[in-house]
């Protein structure tokens, strides 16, 4: 089973862009879907966006298409989430999760969890 870690949340202004990461440990990396979720306070945790264990499928929730991107290295075990346009919604936790087994485009499938990074959008 992988472990997963973030980084490359903060701060950034409306209109700016962060890129997330996801380093994962294990050598079966490639063989998960990988998500990922947001959570906004007092809201439920949410699939942003999904990649399939190839990287040659994604999905994308609909109010971040045309703004995000999620990609894989799976020679680096590590998947990506590039987020332009940041909108002050945009504000939540952003985890990393992975998922071993299903389609990735469903959020019940996901298993494995990372700890979470902070996304602050300022207006």
């Known amino acids: 089973q992988v472990q997963l870690v973030e980084s490359g949340g903060g701060l950034v202004q409306a209109g700016g862009s962060l890129r997330l990461s996801c380093a994962a440990s294990g050598r079966t990396f490639s063989r998960y879907a990988m998500g990922w979720f947001r959570q906004a306070p007092g809201k439920e945790r949410d699939l942003v966006a999904a990649i399939s264990w190839t990287g040659g499928s994604t999905y994308y929730t609909d109010s971040v298409k045309g703004r995000f991107t999620i990609s894989r290295d799976n020679a680096k075990n590590t998947v990506y989430l590039q987020m332009n346009s940041l909108k002050p919604e945009d504000t939540a936790v952003y985890y990393c999760?992975?998922?071993?087994?299903?389609?990735?485009?469903?959020?019940?499938?996901?298993?494995?969890w990372g700890q979470g990074t902070q996304v602050t959008v300022s207006s």
């Open positions: 999760a992975a998922s071993g087994y299903g389609s990735y485009a469903d959020p019940n499938r996901y298993n494995v």
